[in-house]
């Protein structure tokens, strides 16, 4: 690890000025990503900025029809809120399902999401719902925040201070984990929301993507049969050690099916 100097930021206001100030200074969150780069002299931040604790990054909130939840609620806090397991189990049921306990009780959902993995779980959720991510600057649509490789709309210094989701009708997220680590090898979120069927795909390719025939599919018909004859093309899916891009585009099926299958209880 590189020396730095370490500041636990006391308010938001705080935290904007002093990533403002010094651009080689970097955010930290739950650290499960961040500090395994440091280790790794992977790199070499001059500062970093502990926003964990900042109490307008905390809570989870149901306002009318949507959920809200602050940037620093850790994984374990949102699997097992009785407001999120209420509006929205799908995602409670996701939150649950990531890495370990450590990571768990460490790991949060904004660092999830500003970090964009293309195999983490939670961006399944926020395109496949239509969430909104507020920064500290802005208003992000799902749809636009997501780039490619580790990459968002965020701009430097900006701050992810929340997310707002609106409560689907329906919503099951259902992943294909890697074995070791539970990062998805594929994951398939598939909503029924006010605005209509949403199906996003995690995991299997540099980002998360919209599988827009299967939601035009299943906005005529909400079931199984309705996938019959749909097929991933497997052109533009990772291909690794891990597993071929055909493979990947197997399971995106399989996921998809899955996940519809346990909404409407078809077999
Ligand atoms: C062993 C292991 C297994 C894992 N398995 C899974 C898994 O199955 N599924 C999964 O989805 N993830 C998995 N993860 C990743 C985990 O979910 C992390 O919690 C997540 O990637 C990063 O969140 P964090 O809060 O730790 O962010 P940090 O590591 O603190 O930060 C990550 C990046 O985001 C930036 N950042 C952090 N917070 C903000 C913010 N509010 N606004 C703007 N930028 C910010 C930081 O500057 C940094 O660049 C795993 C991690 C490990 C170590």
């Known amino acids: 690890m590189y020396s730095f100097t370490y500041t636990r930021a006391k308010t938001l206001a705080e935290a904007r000025d002093l990533i403002a100030k010094d651009a080689d200074a970097k955010l930290l969150s739950g650290g499960m990503t961040l500090i395994p780069t440091l280790k790794q002299r992977l790199a070499a931040p001059s500062q970093l900025v502990d926003i964990s604790q900042l109490t307008e990054l905390r809570g989870i909130a149901v306002k009318g029809d949507r959920l809200e939840i602050g940037a620093a609620m850790q994984h374990v806090e949102v699997s097992r809120s009785a407001d999120v ?83 689907p009708k329906r919503a099951v997220y259902a992943k294909f984990p890697h074995p070791v680590s539970g990062y998805a090898m594929a994951g398939s979120f598939v909503a029924e929301t006010a605005s209509g069927v949403r199906v996003a795909i995690t995991g299997a390719g540099t980002g998360v993507f919209r599988w827009k025939e299967a939601e035009a599919a299943l906005s005529k018909n909400f079931s199984v049969a309705a996938l019959k004859g749909l097929s991933m093309p497997a052109k533009g899916l990772s291909n690794d050690l891990h597993a071929t891009a055909e493979y990947r585009a197997n399971l995106v099926e399989v996921m998809t099916r899955r996940a519809v299958a346990s909404i409407t209880g078809e077999k």
Not at 112 to 120: E, L
């Open 85 to 167: 397991k209420q509006k929205i189990p799908a995602l409670a049921h996701l939150a649950s399902q990531i890495g370990d306990p450590q990571v768990r009780n460490r790991g949060t959902i904004g660092g999830s999401v500003a970090n964009n993995d293309p195999v983490a779980d939670y961006p399944g959720a926020v395109v496949g719902l239509g969430a909104t991510i507020k920064t500290s600057q802005r208003e992000i649509a799902a749809d636009d925040f997501f780039k490619g490789v580790f990459e968002t709309a965020l701009n430097a210094g900006e701050i992810v201070t929340g997310f707002s989701f609106p409560v």
